[in-house]
């Protein structure tokens, strides 16, 4: 093995030992413990972790925490050694492949028929969509020339769900993103690790990643895919859990300096479990952020189980806390400012407002008017055109770029962003040169601040 190769590998051991240390099981509060397996490959980051009222897997270095029936064939295969059957399991097939394999079946009785042949069903006998679907996301998985992107796996998991895709494929150019990295931006040399709650496919925690100060940070979220996406493609530096963001989670009081959880939870049945979840899980000098939550007095499509103002200050309001509009965060971002958390508005104020933010902490100093960044959030690591852009003419001399939506429902859904994002971009050979380089000229810092260039993973 190169020395690279072990380094990376004694790094992970290392990363998982800690993330053990830190966990507790969420339903009975016992120490998890990895069980025996006797697999000379078993690979780094599988495994079983069992503690007082069950058994759960470990894949690809993430626990799966849940307390599901089906969980018991994926221990059964890391078991015997089926490791990417494991992997592919938790990985559902999309709805296409799915109504086309099996029109009237269920999960449970489609995901019997994805696993027959590992217990000698020849492949042939596989339904032609679901062996299509199997052989191309085991060609993303497997990753033999070290190829594969993001947008793959993005692409098949989401394969039928153009609204779905948009949404992970263009974040980070999106005002909810802007918001929550002027939310990010406040976390400054935290003492403990930082928790990124309901992840996803770990937009957020890639730039807490950042802001830790080489503190842990941990992210949570109910889907496997959102997780290993986040592992394998967007934040590898972080470590992850599967399961509930709304319930009973897996760490014991105090673990965290600072927690967020960004455009998620209006979602959670469960918001009064979750905030004192939180409250129990940051220590008394920390603080947690409810960043980009919808308000139930103005419905937006894809806006969950939302309450109206009122209705998120009744869960805090026992807590020193800031309440915002995400609109103000916003505008001042657009002029490289952090959020405005000296004062909350008059509840009345906030009655119309779509999107709202709350902050909770003891530490009274944290409560302020934040200035000037340093250097734009969005623009920290691999800068590159922002992916809305596309061609619209080329010469020899300039590249020509066209502002361009998705569909028409991602146009309204993310208006605000013609607040900032150019309809045409005109870019010389040089800047493009510069941009490939890594240079930040004046040139290039003026696309950053209209967020025509910003950050991404190298292989999003």
């Not at 469960?270 to 004192?276: D, G, P």
Request: with cysteine; charged share 25%.
């Amino acid at each position: 093995m190169a020395s690279g190769a072990s380094g990376r590998v004694v790094a992970e051991r290392k990363d998982i030992l800690h993330l053990l240390e830190w966990l507790c099981c969420p339903f009975c509060g016992g120490r998890l413990i990895p069980a025996k397996i006797d697999h000379a490959d078993l690979p780094q980051g599988w495994g079983i972790l069992s503690c007082n009222c069950g058994r759960y897997p470990m894949v690809a270095g993430i626990p799966v925490l849940k307390k599901d029936p089906a969980l018991e064939s994926v221990i059964a295969l890391i078991e015997s050694g089926h490791y990417q059957e494991a992997l592919l399991t938790l990985i559902p097939i999309p709805d296409p492949v799915a109504s086309s394999a099996s029109p009237q079946g269920s999960f449970a009785s489609r995901l019997k028929r994805k696993l027959r042949h590992v217990f000698g069903l020849p492949e042939k006998t596989m339904d032609p969509a679901l062996r299509l679907w199997r052989e191309r996301i085991e060609s993303v998985l497997s990753d033999r020339n070290d190829q594969a992107k993001f947008r793959d796996l993005l692409a098949l998991y989401f394969e039928g769900k153009k609204d779905n895709f948009d949404y992970n494929y263009y974040r980070f150019g999106q005002p909810r993103h802007l918001v929550a990295l002027s939310f990010v931006s406040i976390i400054r040399r935290p003492h403990k690790p930082i928790l990124d709650l309901a992840c996803g496919c770990g937009h957020i925690t890639r730039s807490l990643v950042r802001q830790a100060g080489g503190q842990p940070v941990i992210g949570i979220d109910r889907s496997f895919f959102g997780t290993y996406a986040a592992k394998r493609w967007i934040a590898p530096e972080a470590q992850y859990i599967c399961c509930d963001a709304d319930s009973s989670l897996p760490f014991s009081d105090s673990t965290f300096a600072a927690a967020i959880c960004a455009d998620a939870f209006h979602y959670f049945p469960h918001k009064k479990t979750c905030v004192r979840e939180l409250e129990r899980l940051v220590d008394a000098d920390g603080f947690f952020m409810l960043v980009w939550v919808h308000s139930a007095n103005v419905r937006m499509p894809y806006d969950g189980l939302p309450l109206p103002p009122e209705g998120y200050l009744a869960l805090i309001e026992h807590l020193p806390h800031r309440f915002v509009a995400d609109s103000a965060v916003l505008g001042r971002y657009l002029r490289r400012e952090g959020p405005p958390l000296a004062h909350s508005p008059e509840l009345r104020d906030l009655a119309q407002e779509p999107l709202v933010s709350l902050v909770v902490s003891r530490r009274e100093e944290l409560f302020q008017d934040y200035g000037t960044f340093d250097n734009w959030p969005h623009a920290t690591g691999n800068l590159t055109l922002n992916r809305i852009y596309t061609e619209s003419e080329r010469t020899a001399a300039q590249l020509i770029l066209k502002r361009s939506f998705p569909s028409r429902f991602y146009e309204q859904d993310h208006a605000q962003c013609k607040e900032y994002l150019p309809e045409t971009v005109e870019l010389t050979s040089q800047m493009l040169e510069d941009l490939a380089q890594g240079r930040q000229t004046r040139d290039i810092e003026r696309l950053i601040a209209k967020c025509v260039v910003l950050s991404m993973p190298e292989k999003f």
